[in-house]
C-alpha cells in the first residue's frame, strides 16, 4: 500500500518506491509533519521535540503546559491566527473582520487512483498507478473546512499535494492567502534553488543559502511570468548533480504565485508554494467551495539530476496529454522571423516549397494574418481571416499547402485586444480595466476578461470557425502582455478576478482539446511568460523564449531542465546574426542546441543558398533519427554553463544501450584548455561505440575519465557523439 493509516499512532505514512512522507495526528487534533526523505518504516514522532519557548504561543487546551507551541512545531497547513508566526498556508478574514483561523483533524479517506481537480489541470494515474488521500480538517468556530489532498505515484516518486476549502457554516468568509504546499524540516542547513529572468532571458540558475528571515519569489502578474518560474528546489548544503537531498515544488498553475524558503528562530526551515495573495480575496459563501491548484513533490538523496529526472518523467507521461503526448513533434519553420507581418498568401506559399526542399514538415502562418492586422496596433480580438492579403480563402492556402505534402500551423492570440479593433468598439466592457482610469497598454493592447463566461464563449465561438476552415494541425497560442488594469465588469468581488480568469482560459483550453483531440498547440507568452507544468497540461509544449541565440539558450535550456522536460522545450533554429542579440554562431551550434527541444526553424528558407537548404535537410534527417531518444529518453545535464567553459548534456535511453552527448563551446582562449565530457547513467561494464568514428569505450572509463573534445575551430562551436552499446 503506498498510503498506510496507523489508528494506533495516529500517523498517515505515504510510501513511494524510493521515499517516505509522514505526518501524525496529535493529542490536540493538530495535524504535524513528522518525516520527509529516504524510505523508513516506524512511527517519527520522536523527532518532535517540547520545551518553553518564550514568545511562542500555547493553544488553550494546552492549559499550563508552556512546552507546546504551534510557533515551534512542523505543520502540514499552518494556518494564521492560532499561535503560528511564521509564514501560513491559510489566511482567512471572518464575517466580523477577524483574520484567524483554527484548522484541526475530523476525517480522512484513502481510495485508488489520483484525484483530479475540476477546472484546473493536474496530475493524473490510473487505480494502479496512485493512490489518494484526503483529510479533512475544520475549524469549529466559523464551520470552515480545508480538505487536504495528497496523490501519491509510487513508480515516479511524486507525491502531489492540494487543498479544498469548503464554507460548511453560516457566514461569508474571505480567502486571502492560501499555498497549497508546506514543508517544514526540523534540521539540516539548505540553499533554495530558484530561476529569475527577464523576457528573452528566462529562468537563470540561482542557487543561495536558505537564510534566518525569508527567501521568496513570484509573480504579480496575472501569469506565471518571465521573471520568475513556479518550481523551487531546497537543496542540502553539500548536495550536487549527483549526490544529496533535495526536496522540489512545481506548481501546477499558470498564474500569479508564490514560492518561499524561511528558517525560523529556531534554525526550523519552512518550504512553501501557492498563490500569489497580492489582489486576492476570494470570497467563498455558505456552501461554497473553492479549490487550489496543486503542487508536485518529489524527494530525493541522489542529486538535482535525479530529482529532475522525477519532474521530467511525471510532467511528460502524467501531465501531458493527448495525441502529442508520446508521438515525435513535426519539424516546423514559423513565418515570424522570416516575414514578420509583411507576408502574403504567396509569402507563406513559398515558406512551404522551401520547407518541402528542406525536409520541413510543417509551415506557421504567425501573426498578421486576421483583421486589419499589419501591425501591434490594430486587429486583435477581430479573428476573421484577412482574405485581401491572403489573396484569397484560408481553406485555399491550407489545401495548398497540403497538396505540396506540408503540414499547416497557425498563430492566435485569444485573450488580447487592440483598442483598434471592432471586437472592442463593439465590447468596450469585455477588458480588464479600472473605471474612470486610462487603462495600462503593453504592445499596444489590452486584456480581454476571461473570467467572464460570456467573453471565453464569445472568443471560443470565434476561434473555432477559423479551425473549420480546414487542416489545421497545429496552433501556437501567444500572450503578449502582463495583467495590470485588474477590474471586471462581471463581478463585485475582485479579489477572485485573477484566479477566475485563469480559470477562463484553462476552460477555453479543455475546450479546444476536446474539440480538436489531434490538435497540436504550443503555448506561448512571449515566449517563456507562461513556461508551467499548468500550461503543459494542455499544450504539451511551450514556446521556451523568443530569444532564439543558440548562445543563450544554452543557459536557458540549461536552467529550464531543471523543473520541465526536453519534450516541452520550444525549440528552433534561427537566422545568423540572430536577431535578438546579434551575434554569429555556427548553423551546426544552432542546430544542436535546437534539438535540446521539439525542433523547428524561424528563419527565411527563400534567402539560404542551394547548400545551405541541402544541409537543412541533413539536420532535420539526423533530428528525426534521435527524436525518440530526445523525447523519451533520460536527461542528464554534463556542465554548468554558468561557470564552465562548454554547456553540455545528454540523452540516455531507458535500457542505456544509446546515448546522445551534446555540448556547445562558450568560451574560447588562446593556447585553450582541453575540455573533457563525461556521460553519466550508462552500464560500467558495457563497452559503447561512436557511430561515426568507430571508436570504443569502457561504460565505466567514460563516467569517470570522459572524452577530450577536439580544440575548438571556430567560436561556439558545438559537438555531437551518437554513442550505442556493443
Same mark, same amino acid.
Given at each position: 500500500?503506498?498510503?498506510?493509516?496507523?489508528?494506533?499512532?495516529?500517523?498517515?505514512?505515504?510510501?513511494?518506491?524510493?521515499?517516505?512522507?509522514?505526518?501524525?495526528?496529535?493529542?490536540?487534533?493538530?495535524?504535524?509533519?513528522?518525516?520527509?526523505?529516504?524510505?523508513?518504516?516506524?512511527?517519527?514522532?520522536?523527532?518532535?521535540?517540547?520545551?518553553?519557548?518564550?514568545?511562542?504561543?500555547?493553544?488553550?487546551?494546552?492549559?499550563?503546559?508552556?512546552?507546546?507551541?504551534?510557533?515551534?512545531?512542523?505543520?502540514?497547513?499552518?494556518?494564521?491566527?492560532?499561535?503560528?508566526?511564521?509564514?501560513?498556508?491559510?489566511?482567512?478574514?471572518?464575517?466580523?473582520?477577524?483574520?484567524?483561523?483554527d484548522m484541526r483533524y475530523r476525517s480522512h479517506v484513502i481510495v485508488k487512483g489520483k484525484y483530479d481537480l475540476p477546472g484546473l489541470p493536474a496530475v493524473y494515474g490510473t487505480e494502479q498507478e496512485a493512490q489518494t488521500l484526503e483529510i479533512t480538517?475544520?475549524?469549529?468556530?466559523?464551520?470552515?473546512?480545508?480538505?487536504?489532498?495528497?496523490?501519491?505515484?509510487?513508480?515516479?516518486?511524486?507525491?502531489?499535494?492540494?487543498?479544498?476549502?469548503?464554507?460548511?457554516?453560516?457566514?461569508?468568509?474571505?480567502?486571502?492567502?492560501?499555498?497549497?504546499?508546506?514543508?517544514?524540516?526540523?534540521?539540516?542547513?539548505?540553499?533554495?534553488?530558484?530561476?529569475?529572468?527577464?523576457?528573452?532571458?528566462?529562468?537563470?540558475?540561482?542557487?543561495?543559502?536558505?537564510?534566518?528571515?525569508?527567501?521568496?519569489?513570484?509573480?504579480?502578474?496575472?501569469?506565471?511570468?518571465?521573471?520568475?518560474?513556479?518550481?523551487?528546489?531546497?537543496?542540502?548544503?553539500?548536495?550536487?548533480?549527483?549526490?544529496?537531498?533535495?526536496?522540489?515544488?512545481?506548481?501546477?498553475?499558470?498564474?500569479?504565485?508564490?514560492?518561499?524558503?524561511?528558517?525560523?528562530?529556531?534554525?526550523?526551515?519552512?518550504?512553501?508554494?501557492?498563490?500569489?495573495?497580492?489582489?486576492?480575496?476570494?470570497?467563498?459563501?455558505?456552501?461554497?467551495?473553492?479549490?487550489?491548484?496543486?503542487?508536485?513533490?518529489?524527494?530525493?538523496?541522489?542529486?538535482?539530476?535525479?530529482?529532475?529526472?522525477?519532474?521530467?518523467?511525471?510532467?511528460?507521461?502524467?501531465?501531458?496529454?493527448?495525441?502529442?503526448?508520446?508521438?515525435?513533434?513535426?519539424?516546423?519553420?514559423? /513565418?515570424?522571423?522570416?516575414? =514578420?507581418?509583411?507576408? !502574403?498568401? @504567396?509569402?507563406? +506559399?513559398? $515558406?512551404?516549397?522551401?520547407?518541402?526542399?528542406?525536409?520541413?514538415?510543417?509551415?506557421?502562418?504567425?501573426?498578421?494574418?486576421?483583421?486589419?492586422?499589419?501591425?501591434?496596433?490594430?486587429?486583435?480580438?477581430?479573428?476573421?481571416?484577412?482574405?485581401?492579403?491572403?489573396?484569397?480563402?484560408?481553406?485555399?492556402?491550407?489545401?495548398?499547402?497540403?497538396?505540396?505534402?506540408?503540414?499547416?500551423?497557425?498563430?492566435?492570440?485569444?485573450?488580447?485586444?487592440?483598442?483598434?479593433?471592432?471586437?472592442?468598439?463593439?465590447?468596450?466592457?469585455?477588458?480588464?480595466?479600472?473605471?474612470?482610469?486610462?487603462?495600462?497598454?503593453?504592445?499596444?493592447?489590452?486584456?480581454?476578461?476571461?473570467?467572464?463566461?460570456?467573453?471565453?464563449?464569445?472568443?471560443?465561438?470565434?476561434?473555432?470557425?477559423?479551425?473549420?476552415?480546414?487542416?489545421?494541425?497545429?496552433?501556437?497560442?501567444?500572450?503578449?502582455? /502582463?495583467?495590470?488594469?485588474? =477590474?471586471?465588469?462581471? !463581478?463585485? @468581488?475582485?479579489? +477572485?478576478? $485573477?484566479?477566475?480568469?485563469?480559470?477562463?482560459?484553462?476552460?477555453?483550453?479543455?475546450?479546444?482539446?476536446?474539440?480538436?483531440?489531434?490538435?497540436?498547440?504550443?503555448?506561448?507568452?512571449?515566449?517563456?511568460?507562461?513556461?508551467?507544468?499548468?500550461?503543459?497540461?494542455?499544450?504539451?509544449?511551450?514556446?521556451?523564449?523568443?530569444?532564439?541565440?543558440?548562445?543563450?539558450?544554452?543557459?536557458?535550456?540549461?536552467?529550464?531542465?531543471?523543473?520541465?522536460?526536453?519534450?516541452?522545450?520550444?525549440?528552433?533554429?534561427?537566422?545568423?546574426?540572430?536577431?535578438?542579440?546579434?551575434?554569429?554562431?555556427?548553423?551546426?551550434?544552432?542546430?544542436?542546441?535546437?534539438?535540446?527541444?521539439?525542433?523547428?526553424?524561424?528563419?527565411?528558407?527563400?534567402?539560404?543558398?542551394?547548400?545551405?537548404?541541402?544541409?537543412?535537410?541533413?539536420?532535420?534527417?539526423?533530428?528525426?533519427?534521435?527524436?525518440?531518444?530526445?523525447?523519451?529518453?533520460?536527461?542528464?545535464?554534463?556542465?554548468?554553463?554558468?561557470?564552465?567553459?562548454?554547456?553540455?548534456?545528454?540523452?540516455?535511453?531507458?535500457?542505456?544501450?544509446?546515448?546522445?552527448?551534446?555540448?556547445?563551446?562558450?568560451?574560447?582562449?588562446?593556447?585553450?584548455?582541453?575540455?573533457?565530457?563525461?556521460?553519466?547513467?550508462?552500464?560500467?561494464?558495457?563497452?559503447?561505440?561512436?557511430?561515426?568514428?568507430?571508436?570504443?569505450?569502457?561504460?565505466?572509463?567514460?563516467?569517470?575519465?570522459?572524452?577530450?573534445?577536439?580544440?575548438?575551430?571556430?567560436?561556439?562551436?558545438?559537438?555531437?557523439?551518437?554513442?550505442?552499446?556493443?
Amino acid at each position: 500500500m503506498a498510503i498506510i493509516y496507523d489508528d494506533r499512532k495516529k500517523t498517515f505514512t505515504l510510501n513511494t518506491e524510493s521515499t517516505t512522507y509522514q505526518m501524525q495526528v496529535d493529542r490536540y487534533g493538530f495535524l504535524l509533519h513528522l518525516y520527509y526523505g529516504k524510505l523508513a518504516e516506524g512511527c517519527m514522532d520522536y523527532v518532535l521535540t517540547y520545551y518553553d519557548r518564550g514568545f511562542s504561543g500555547n493553544p488553550y487546551e494546552a492549559g499550563k503546559d508552556r512546552t507546546y507551541s504551534l510557533d515551534a512545531l512542523p505543520q502540514e497547513f499552518p494556518c494564521r491566527g492560532n499561535g503560528d508566526f511564521r509564514a501560513a498556508a491559510l489566511t482567512v478574514r471572518n464575517a466580523d473582520g477577524t483574520y484567524c483561523c483554527d484548522m484541526r483533524y475530523r476525517s480522512h479517506v484513502i481510495v485508488k487512483g489520483k484525484y483530479d481537480l475540476p477546472g484546473l489541470p493536474a496530475v493524473y494515474g490510473t487505480e494502479q498507478e496512485a493512490q489518494t488521500l484526503e483529510i479533512t480538517m475544520e475549524d469549529s468556530a466559523s464551520g470552515l473546512q480545508a480538505v487536504l489532498l495528497y496523490g501519491v505515484l509510487p513508480e515516479l516518486d511524486i507525491i502531489t499535494r492540494s487543498v479544498r476549502i469548503v464554507n460548511a457554516g453560516e457566514k461569508k468568509v474571505y480567502i486571502e492567502n492560501i499555498q497549497s504546499a508546506c514543508l517544514d524540516l526540523l534540521s539540516g542547513n539548505y540553499d533554495v534553488i530558484s530561476f529569475y529572468g527577464r523576457h528573452a532571458m528566462e529562468r537563470n540558475f540561482q542557487r543561495i543559502p536558505v537564510p534566518h528571515g525569508s527567501f521568496r519569489i513570484g509573480s504579480r502578474r496575472g501569469t506565471s511570468s518571465h521573471q520568475y518560474s513556479p518550481f523551487m528546489i531546497l537543496a542540502d548544503k553539500n548536495a550536487t548533480e549527483d549526490a544529496g537531498s533535495c526536496y522540489a515544488m512545481n506548481f501546477v498553475y499558470s498564474g500569479g504565485f508564490s514560492g518561499e524558503a524561511e528558517k525560523d528562530q529556531f534554525n526550523q526551515t519552512r518550504m512553501m508554494m501557492g498563490l500569489q495573495d497580492e489582489l486576492f480575496s476570494y470570497p467563498a459563501a455558505p456552501g461554497e467551495t473553492f479549490q487550489a491548484p496543486e503542487v508536485i513533490l518529489s524527494y530525493t538523496d541522489k542529486g538535482l539530476n535525479r530529482l529532475s529526472q522525477h519532474m521530467h518523467r511525471c510532467i511528460r507521461t502524467h501531465v501531458c496529454r493527448g495525441k502529442y503526448r508520446d508521438a515525435a513533434r513535426p519539424v516546423l519553420v514559423n /513565418s515570424w522571423e522570416a516575414a =514578420y507581418f509583411d507576408f !502574403t498568401g @504567396e509569402t507563406i +506559399r513559398k $515558406l512551404a516549397e522551401d520547407a518541402k526542399e528542406c525536409g520541413i514538415d510543417m509551415v506557421v502562418m504567425d501573426d498578421g494574418w486576421f483583421g486589419s492586422r499589419d501591425g501591434d496596433f490594430s486587429g486583435l480580438g477581430d479573428w476573421h481571416v484577412n482574405e485581401e492579403k491572403l489573396g484569397g480563402t484560408l481553406r485555399d492556402l491550407i489545401r495548398q499547402i497540403n497538396d505540396m505534402g506540408i503540414k499547416f500551423g497557425i498563430w492566435i492570440e485569444p485573450e488580447m485586444v487592440n483598442e483598434d479593433s471592432d471586437l472592442y468598439r463593439a465590447h468596450p466592457d469585455w477588458v480588464l480595466s479600472v473605471p474612470g482610469r486610462k487603462p495600462v497598454r503593453a504592445r499596444y493592447q489590452l486584456v480581454l476578461d476571461f473570467s467572464r463566461k460570456e467573453v471565453v464563449d464569445a472568443l471560443f465561438e470565434q476561434i473555432c470557425k477559423i479551425l473549420d476552415q480546414g487542416n489545421i494541425e497545429y496552433v501556437k497560442w501567444d500572450m503578449n502582455r /502582463s495583467l495590470s488594469d485588474v =477590474y471586471s465588469a462581471g !463581478t463585485e @468581488e475582485q479579489g +477572485r478576478v $485573477l484566479y477566475d480568469y485563469v480559470l477562463g482560459v484553462y476552460d477555453f483550453l479543455e475546450r479546444l482539446t476536446a474539440r480538436y483531440p489531434d490538435l497540436l498547440i504550443e503555448g506561448c507568452s512571449g515566449g517563456g511568460g507562461r513556461f508551467d507544468a499548468g500550461m503543459m497540461y494542455y499544450t504539451p509544449q511551450i514556446w521556451c523564449s523568443d530569444n532564439t541565440d543558440a548562445v543563450d539558450r544554452v543557459k536557458i535550456q540549461y536552467g529550464s531542465s531543471f523543473g520541465y522536460p526536453v519534450s516541452a522545450v520550444g525549440a528552433h533554429v534561427s537566422a545568423s546574426p540572430n536577431h535578438q542579440t546579434g551575434r554569429r554562431t555556427p548553423v551546426y551550434t544552432r542546430t544542436v542546441t535546437a534539438m535540446a527541444g521539439t525542433f523547428g526553424y524561424e528563419l527565411n528558407l527563400g534567402a539560404l543558398s542551394g547548400e545551405e537548404k541541402k544541409e537543412i535537410r541533413q539536420q532535420t534527417d539526423l533530428y528525426r533519427k534521435y527524436a525518440p531518444l530526445i523525447q523519451n529518453g533520460t536527461y542528464y545535464r554534463l556542465s554548468n554553463p554558468y561557470e564552465d567553459e562548454i554547456g553540455a548534456w545528454a540523452f540516455v535511453s531507458e535500457d542505456r544501450r544509446k546515448v546522445l552527448l551534446n555540448a556547445v563551446t562558450l568560451d574560447v582562449h588562446g593556447n585553450m584548455t582541453v575540455n573533457y565530457i563525461k556521460p553519466k547513467g550508462l552500464k560500467e561494464d558495457a563497452v559503447y561505440e561512436d557511430m561515426s568514428s568507430g571508436q570504443r569505450y569502457c561504460g565505466a572509463a567514460l563516467m569517470e575519465a570522459g572524452i577530450p573534445l577536439p580544440a575548438a575551430a571556430c567560436e561556439y562551436e558545438a559537438y555531437q557523439i551518437y554513442l550505442e552499446e556493443v
